[in-house]
């Protein structure tokens, strides 16, 4: 056993209202502090980084506004996990400071448990962060590149949606679409169908294509295309047949899976989809290419754990602070700093790792933010006594 009256005195887990109160008070200033100053850093780079582009455009102050607002909610999601961290150790080393850590423990009550509501506020902001990365997030940041995009190309709304090419997630089919409508009829289709040569399967051959007037998706249920041309290619010659005039032409879900949401989807940006929509997209498309499938499966699970950064700011702070108490705040903000330095690195190795195929898409995705808490915690374990 250790000798010293601290390692001795008995652990006390209970409920402590004024206790939890005082630490929760004293954390959440630093912390409010924190995410104002670091949202005005964030809106001033990128002030910097996109005014000049708007003001060549011609942009209005509304337009700006609506810009740079729309911004903010993309750049808070990377702002709460340091600020949560550096609020976590400015609190902790400044009881440590005044000899507040100390007392708690000579008092019973242990290092975890000091930091109750610190533990509290740490998980209430990781489920915002989770719904800003998923709710939020995704709709913001496409309406900023949308306005963004409209000052320096003002018919960019009509450019976008005509003219659209989409492949699918097999690799089997291309569609070619004169003016897309998500939600309406759409116009002048064109859809080519390949299959496997025979000779080498790494070579695709085209097996049919056709060409609609229109065409219209019917949930639950597939395409009917009206006004079609379908002409059959050879499969041995590989030459186009005689054209085959179709006045109504259905085809079933099973047989051409895509649906507008999902052709949609593919004209932007993985990384501007919430989870649920790459969960159903993974789930709707089970002969997705594998390297696509890697890229989408890498970004879901990297949205599962991110949100996590909030915890683990918060799992290093408390020991980190507890451990230099007595030499101040400063040792224990650079290393923590450091760690989620080390942690964001990693991340970002793991995830390109994972979009290339070269590591599982759950190990990219999870296995970073999964070490570091890990290690937090048992670093808090042995720290707490």
Known sequence: MKTGYIENVKRKVGIYPVLDRYVFREFMIPFTVLLLAFSILFIMGD????LNELLEGKASVAVMVKYFTLKIPGNIRFILPISVLLACMYTMANFGRNREVTAMRASGISLIRSGGSIYFAAFIVTLVNFWFNEQLVPYTERE???????????????ELYSKLQYKSSDKTRIWFFNNFDVNGVQKDVI???????????????????????????????????????KTPYSKKFHIPGNPEKIETM???????????????NAIKEPDNLSSWTIFKILHSNKNMAESLHDVYST?????????????????????LAGKNERSGIFLSIVVAVGAVVVYQVLTNIFLVLGKQGYV???IAGLAPTAAFITYGWIFVIRRSG
């Open 47 to 50: 002030i910097f980084s996109d």
């Open 144 to 158: 900023a590149f949308l306005t963004y995009r409209r000052v320096q190309y003002p018919d960019y709304d009509v």
């Open 191 to 229: 859809l080519k169908q390949y299959r496997m040569d025979d000779a080498n399967p790494k070579i695709q051959r085209l097996a049919w294509d056709l060409r609609a007037r229109e065409a219209v998706f019917t949930p639950g249920v597939g395409w009917t295309f009206t006004d079609v041309i």
């Open 250 to 264: 259905k085809v079933s879900i099973d047989e051409i899976p895509e649906y507008p949401n999902e052709i949609l």
């Open 299 to 319: 970004i879901f699970y990297s949205r599962l754990a991110f949100p996590w950064a909030c915890f683990l700011g918060v799992f290093l702070g408390i020991p």
């Open 360 to 362: 599982p898409p759950i």
